[in-house]
């Protein structure tokens, strides 16, 4: 790669750390849903993922985790806000190592799935579900693993009448979760591979 083509990667990456910060500013990023949000950042983060590589989806996913770290500090968030005065450690990898290993991961598995799809019909899109699906299986498994006993996580459990760590999770992201999914995968997987195609990248 050639310092005209590291400066234009290094311009794309801008653009799409701009286009999460201007999310999360003017409110688009998330919906909350009782306890949670609705994450709708994952798409940016699988389309820059897709587009740019593993290492851009890790930069990507890592800006949106400081920003949910930064929610947890200020107590914007309810349930990392919690998490925060339990263990900031632990709460920093919930929000900003979770989220760099989803995009990461997410870049990583689309460069496996552009090679066993030659004709790139369906590689787009499980790239784009990828991001949304990860988000949900690190960000609630490390929840479970680190906070499930705190007595915030306890009282969830009770309310929703989970009998096992599995069902809360099932039964607190629900129907939030594949909306998730269906947006990553139907509007993250339709842009990468109409930009892939138009800046002839889908080889």
């Known amino acids: 790669m050639n310092n005209r083509q590291k400066i234009l990667k290094m311009v794309e990456i801008a653009i799409f750390i701009a286009v999460i ?3 999360k500013l003017t409110g688009l990023s998330s919906i909350p849903v009782g306890p949670l949000v609705m994450t709708l950042t994952m798409v940016p983060i699988a389309i820059g993922a897709m587009l740019l590589g593993p290492v851009a989806g890790a930069i990507l996913g890592c800006v ?32 900003v190592v979770t989220r760099t290993l989803v995009g990461f991961l997410t870049g990583l598995l689309f460069l496996v799935f552009k090679k066993i799809d030659r ?7 499980a790239g784009g579900l990828m ?6 299986i690190l960000f609630m498994g490390y929840i ?11 009282g969830l459990v009770e309310s929703k009448g989970a009998s096992n760590a599995l069902m809360f999770v099932i ?3 629900g ?3 594949l909306i998730e999914w269906a947006t990553g995968l139907v509007i993250g997987g339709s842009v990468a591979k109409g930009v892939a195609a138009a800046l002839k990248r889908d080889k």
Do not use: R
């Open 175 to 177: 129907v939030q979760g």
């Open 131 to 136: 991001a949304p699906m990860l988000n949900t």
């Open 21 to 23: 910060i201007v999310m």
């Open 171 to 173: 039964l607190l992201v």
């Open 64 to 95: 949106y985790g400081f920003m949910s770290f930064y929610d947890a500090i200020t107590g914007a968030s309810g349930m990392t806000g919690f998490f925060f005065q339990t263990s900031p450690v632990h709460t920093f990898i919930l929000c």
């Open 119 to 125: 004709k790139k019909i369906w590689c787009y899109f």
């Open 144 to 154: 479970v693993l680190f906070f499930y006993h705190t007595e915030f996580i306890q």
